[in-house]
């Protein structure tokens, strides 16, 4: 299982130091450009996190499952290899956008607080879990061709669908009982959310790729 994770970050090499490099750039504009700091960690970390992910999803559906699941492991393992390299690389991400905003802000003045922060690595990091949590039940679902053309329908989907909840009276309920709560307890609970979310995601793909005709 370890050389499944340690293949996924080769795999996503070169393409994780191009994007570090455009995102390192892109903060710095954007931090003299004063965009609030949630939007710094939803910016940066999702296009750090999300290209390589899939770049890693892409170059294992051009070589096939076949040749993975050929590998002398068992299929458990290869999806839970890959739901852990993602996780790393989530992490990472948000890791990265910390430490690059807090060396950017020794020479662009910021306001945000540590606090600030973390708060909204909660939020974005809840964000991704749930959104990849989606992405990889599809994906082994049916496939990486297919996920590839159903990708911009999914986002869309999931906006009309939050959308909807929005305009619905639960939706205005909903909205009401968040606003009395704090950032720091609503980051917390869509964390746990999105956790939770995530470790469902798993125990499908574990069952559909067990049961799957390779």
Not at 17 to 31: D, E, N, S
Not at 52 to 71: H, N, Q, R, V
Not at 100 to 126: N, P
């Amino acid at each position: 299982m370890y050389a499944l994770i340690r293949k996924d970050f080769r795999v996503q090499t070169k393409v994780t130091a191009y994007y570090l490099v455009f995102a390192l750039a892109l903060l710095a504009l954007w931090m003299s450009q004063e965009f609030v700091t949630w939007a710094l960690y939803a910016l940066g970390a999702t296009m750090i996190s999300m290209a390589p992910i899939f770049a890693a999803l892409s170059y294992d559906g051009k070589s096939g499952g076949e040749l993975t699941a050929s590998w002398p492991v068992s299929r458990a393992k290869i999806v839970i290899a890959k739901y852990i390299s993602s996780l790393v690389f989530m992490i990472f991400a948000m890791v990265f956008v910390f430490i690059s905003t807090l060396i950017i802000g020794l020479f662009i003045e910021s306001g945000s607080g540590i606090r600030v922060h973390f708060i909204s690595i909660g939020f974005v990091l809840a964000g991704l879990c749930f959104f990849f949590a989606i992405v990889f039940l599809c994906y082994y679902w049916l496939g990486f061709q297919r996920l590839s053309y159903m990708y911009t329908a999914l986002v869309v989907l999931l906006g009309v669908g939050l959308v909807g909840l929005y305009q619905s009276d639960f939706g205005h309920w909903l909205v009401q009982y968040l606003m009395g709560m704090s950032n720091e307890v609503l980051a917390g609970y869509f964390l746990i959310i999105s956790v939770v979310a995530y470790g469902i995601s798993l125990y499908c793909s574990l069952r559909i790729f067990a049961k799957k005709d390779l």
